[in-house]
């Protein structure tokens, strides 16, 4: 047997001493993936460094006074008949917020979401164009994006008025990235080409394809869209502030200086319905696994 026969089979018998049934298969790692209790303790130490602040701002909500005592008075005065006069700036800001959400989810909805559609099924070369102006908003700083934001409202100012809605145009340059990235990551997972051109080869148009296959389809991405979208706005402040708007966050700013526990109760409420929001988004998706594992 020649050298080179050798070698061959040398090189074979390991090959089929692998793919034999019962044979021990080693797995190769191929990156230094984190083991168990590694993932455990960053888990850990990532939850410590976001509860600690949130229970802070608890135990300081919960406190009377000067006393040492803790109780609920600052809750109830919230809702008291004497005291609600005082908190009308801060439920009037979180009105203004939950309008800016319903226009700027709607502005993703209606403007964002259709595009991205057209473009993944017609014009797929403009794929990483409009990725590139959908993120770049996220590289320049608010405050830079207000000077621009100024002279432009004036026009807005003079069509719309100078209601606290009309935010809703420059938040919804600021959701771009947020918004984007979930369904490009969804129309990513999903044949949307083949899908639409089946449904179309039976007959359907394409009112009946977008409606039926395409977006059913696309549901976890798009909720996870709206629920950023959401947490975004409620957080916003720059924009509000350089605009002289009223809304949840410039509200809490303006309550923080006569009354600080309200204003911490009402950002622990806010951080609670982002963390909800989070595990809704979280759920969602391992729906969306779930089902197409099945």
Known sequence: MSASSVSAAEVRAPRLAA???GSAQKTPRYAAAPSRLTRWIILGVTGVLFIIPILAMIEFSLR???TGTYGFEHYAAIFTAGQAGTYDVLFQGILNSIGICIVTVAIVLVLLLPTMILVELKYPKLRGAL???CIIPITIPSIVLVVGFIPVYSVVARIFGSNAWTLAFAVGIIVL?????PIAAN???VEVVTLSEAARSLGASWGHVLWRVILPNLRSGILSACFITIAVVLGEY???SFLSQNTFQTALVLVQHTD???AVIFAVFALVFAFILLLVIGR???LGRNRRAA
């Open 260 to 262: 600080p526990y309200v």
């Open 187 to 189: 129309l990513a997972a």
């Open 238 to 240: 720059t924009i509000a």
């Open 177 to 181: 990235p947020y918004a984007y990235r």
């Open 19 to 21: 793919s034999r049934p």
């Open 284 to 286: 969602l998706g391992s």
């Open 64 to 66: 009377v006074g000067q």
């Open 131 to 133: 990725e590139f102006i």
